[in-house]
């Protein structure tokens, strides 16, 4: 039994954080966040639009597009680290009851911006092991509860959105999955931390005084060791699978910094074609990233059924990840 990526959904909420609206918040400029990080705007959910809203949002799109009901999916896995509670319920379970699954096995990952490659992987193991048929697969932020818009070095970067894939059996090998790597090293893990609320730092007002809540991030050593890690990460799963890059018709990043995208696209020799940004219009979505920007070249009619995808990412832990597979779902024509 192999695992297929059946099919792909995303939410993107409506409303629209500018670069020019930064600048009357913090002291940023337009031309500071393109050239650092080719950020042009991003999107923020609505004060009562939480994350698992917009999962199910991206989640029954996905679900339709399979061509599946909704009591087919007997795994749903949620990647996020903007959950709707932090410690209970998770926000699987409450997506599975907000689609409206009554019967089903439903847990969070959390692996930040590389949680949605490490639920395909744990899709693909399970699915190859015969445990599950068709697995609902989500990266889902709300990244504005846990930024502070009062720092110019972190509240540029984050937006909000849910993108969400079905995986299913096939015992065609030729729509299978070929391969995945997720990885981590925690060493480096106070590159990027929200230090409260958990046992380390409980809800107190210290927490709130001294907004442990927000997400801190050692941006320069975060940006160097990532496009060293990707780059070694992407070419290592391509050599492993006899692959060349040239051969990738659809490069799918982690969408955090343009200027990490380029360099690791240069590294594999792709062309601007080959690489799919998504950066400008959403910024960084962390676990969202990587569906969103799926279902963007989908939606668009780039991504043809057969088509390969290389996708890869890196983020909070540290971890990495990367995947090699094509789109084996209908080509799109809503
Ligand atoms: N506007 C203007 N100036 C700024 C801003 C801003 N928004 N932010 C920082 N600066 C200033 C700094 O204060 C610094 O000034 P100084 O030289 O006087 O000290 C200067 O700009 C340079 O700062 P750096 O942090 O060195 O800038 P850098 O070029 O590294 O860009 C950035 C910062 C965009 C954050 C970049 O480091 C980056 O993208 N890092 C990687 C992020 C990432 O990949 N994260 C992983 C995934 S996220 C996740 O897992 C949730």
Known sequence: MYAKFHSIGAFVPSKI??????????????????????????RIADDDEVTSDMATKASNIAIKRAGLNKEDIDLIVCATVTPDYFNMPSTACVVADKIGIKNVQAFDISAACSGFVYA????????????????LIIGAEKFSSIVDY????????????????????????DEAI??????????????????????????????????????????????KLAVKTLTKDVKDILAENNIESKDIPHFVPHQANY????????????????????????GNTSAASIPMAINDIYESGRLKRGELMLLDTFGGGLTWASALLPFAGDSFKE
Not at 25 to 40: A, P, Y
Not at 120 to 135: C, D, P, R, T, Y
Not at 181 to 203: N, R
């Open 150 to 173: 009062t720092d110019r070095a972190t509240c540029i970067l984050f937006g909000d959105g849910a993108g969400a894939a079905v995986i299913s059996a096939t015992d065609n090998k």
């Open 259 to 282: 200027r990490i995208i380029k360099a690791v696209g240069d590294a594999l020799k792709m062309t601007e074609e080959q690489v799919v940004v998504t950066v400008g219009k959403y």
């Open 120 to 135: 395909l992987s744990v899709a693909k193991a399970f699915i190859e092991s015969g445990m599950k048929k068709h697995v």
């Open 178 to 223: 070929i391969d995945v790597h997720a990885s981590a090293d925690g060493s480096y893990a106070d590159f990027l931390v929200t230090p409260a609320p958990g046992s380390v730092h409980p809800v107190s007002q210290k927490v709130i005084d001294e907004g442990l809540n927000f997400v801190q991030m050692k941006g320069n050593e975060t940006f």
């Open 17 to 42: 954080l500018s670069n020019e609206d930064l600048e009357k918040m913090v002291d940023t400029s337009d031309e500071w966040i393109l050239k650092r990080t080719g950020i042009k705007e991003r």
